[in-house]
């Protein structure tokens, strides 16, 4: 499956971490000030999109080659124009770099626009920290024992129930403010998350070479 990468403008990724994920990726985008990250790296983006208010002069030197949309819809973010460019072209698996981390605002914005579109592709952020992913339905993941995970409900979640958790959920509703279950433990691979209604994202404290 074709895998698209989009670099947002959010706390940068170690150098590490971007040339492992650039290895992957068929296409490459940046979501405006991303750019920057990219420029600095040493690699060009195929696509540069967003209101461009982040982008230094410099880097759009650099990238004069490179295709630049410039949108000024102050409804939708800058990843999430970046987002919707990638899913235009038929993507399925899309990895994001840089949504996390930065202002914490604009760290929830982009949270929340993983769980938006995550019935259209399989969409991981990833960060140094670890991992995040949507459970859209059911999450399946090897993972090694002790890894630590923490389910986020982004909206009332029914019906939720996991298994290989040390912890697990048999049916239960979790909501943000009345129930979320943090710092949790896979004792069993694979872990299988299953949601039978609501918007959540898992948050995994693991090495993000697991992704493959």
Not at 35 to 45: C, I, M, Q, S
Not at 144 to 152: E, M, N, V, W
Not at 161 to 184: A, D, H, M, P, V
Not at 197 to 209: D, E, L, Q, S
């Amino acid at each position: 499956m074709k895998r698209a990468l989009i670099l947002a403008n959010g706390k940068s990724p170690s150098k590490l971490l971007f040339h492992n994920s650039m290895v992957y990726a068929d296409w490459f985008v940046c979501a405006d000030g991303g750019a920057n990250t990219a420029a600095r790296f040493g690699y060009t983006p195929d696509l540069i999109i967003g209101d461009l208010d982040s982008i230094e002069k410099e880097t759009l030197k650099k990238f004069s080659s490179v295709k630049t949309i410039k949108l000024k819809d102050q409804n939708s973010t800058d990843l999430e124009k970046a987002l919707t460019a990638v899913l235009r072209k038929k993507f399925k698996e899309i990895i994001v770099l840089g949504a996390t981390g930065g202002r914490l605002d604009h760290a929830i914005g982009n949270l929340s626009a993983l769980a938006k579109y995550s019935d259209r592709a399989h969409i991981t952020f990833l960060d140094i920290e670890g991992i995040f992913i949507s459970v859209d339905r059911i999450l399946e993941m090897n993972l090694p024992a002790g890894t630590i995970i923490s389910l986020l409900p982004l909206s009332r979640c029914t019906g939720v129930i996991t298994r290989g958790l040390k912890w697990n959920l048999n049916g239960e509703s979790l909501e943000l403010g009345i129930r979320e279950s943090t710092s949790n433990v896979m004792v069993t691979s694979p872990v299988t998350i299953k949601v039978k209604k609501g918007r959540m994202i898992a948050f995994v404290m693991a090495n993000h070479t697991l992704i493959p």
